[in-house]
């Protein structure tokens, strides 16, 4: 039956909720707010947009996250300097989280190609990668658990579906789980040979809490409507029926006006709703 699809939600600008709002609240679907991630926002405009938020939230009553922010900096960072950068900015968007009631915060894998092909070779390497994430979120991780609010990391460059995961179990504590970007992980696949991206959400587990739903060619990261890359979303999906728990399922375009596009073709598919 329809309603035992699962539901979708959407990434979206305040702008682009402001045009879906009436979309969103029909049924109250998980909402990803991705407008306080941006370093060269002042503080002042700050406030007003976290105004706005709540103005354009009145009646949600769904599953609120912030993208949180990424530009710039990478989370595996050694250099001290721009390791208290990375914090500010990070403790920043969780007090927006505060603000808006938000209990989900995506943040980015340190993981990359390069890196990763060296970790056979210098296993200390690893190591060392992962307690230089832990120096860094160590106040971060303090502070969202504190609010009640989950760090999802996800996908970017990662080759290996694991290792992001083992970050997330090694970072030992249920604030710091993970979220998939299915173009990132078709690109890949695509274009460097990682696994398929059901592959990545078999690899997840019951730590996938969050998904990012956008389609790819392989040549780029496109985020275009589910349907229009070479995503094989019935495997995608399949994979999902198969955790513990649905995560959120969020759709992040380019298009974000055309949203729907994207909603009816997983409709059509018998996939979502």
Not at 119 to 138: C, F, N, S, W
Not at 267 to 273: H, I, M, P, S
């Amino acid at each position: 039956m329809t309603k035992d699809l699962p539901l979708l939600g959407a990434a979206l600008s305040l702008d682009m909720l402001a045009h879906h709002q009436d979309w969103i609240l029909a049924d109250q679907r998980d909402l990803e707010l991705q407008s306080f991630c941006w370093p060269n926002t002042p503080e002042a405009d700050l406030v007003k947009m976290t105004a706005r938020a709540k103005g354009l939230l009145d009646g949600y009553t769904g599953r609120l996250g912030l993208h949180g922010p990424f530009t710039g900096f990478n989370i595996d960072c050694a250099d001290p300097a721009i390791v208290e950068v990375i914090r500010t900015r990070m403790l920043r968007t969780l007090d927006i989280c505060a603000d808006l009631e938000a209990d989900q915060m995506v943040i980015h894998s340190p993981y990359t190609m390069w890196k990763e092909s060296d970790l056979d070779a210098h296993p200390t390497k690893g190591v060392m990668q992962i307690e230089r994430v832990r120096y860094i979120l160590t106040p971060v991780i303090a502070r969202a658990q504190e609010l009640g609010v989950t760090l999802v990391i996800e996908n970017v460059e990662d080759l290996a579906p694991r290792l992001r995961v083992d970050l997330a179990a090694a970072l030992n504590t249920k604030t710091v789980k993970v979220s998939l970007d299915t173009g990132h992980a078709q690109f890949m696949h695509r274009r460097m040979g990682a696994p398929p991206v059901d592959a990545f959400v078999n690899a997840a587990g019951a730590a996938l809490q969050h998904v990012h739903l956008q389609d790819v060619d392989g040549y780029g990261d496109r985020h275009w409507h589910p349907g229009e890359g070479t995503i094989a979303w019935h495997s995608v999906f399949a994979a999902l029926g198969h955790l513990p728990k649905m995560p959120r399922l969020i759709l992040e375009v380019n298009d974000e006006a055309g949203l729907h596009k994207g909603v009816q073709y997983l409709a059509d598919q018998g996939l979502a709703r």
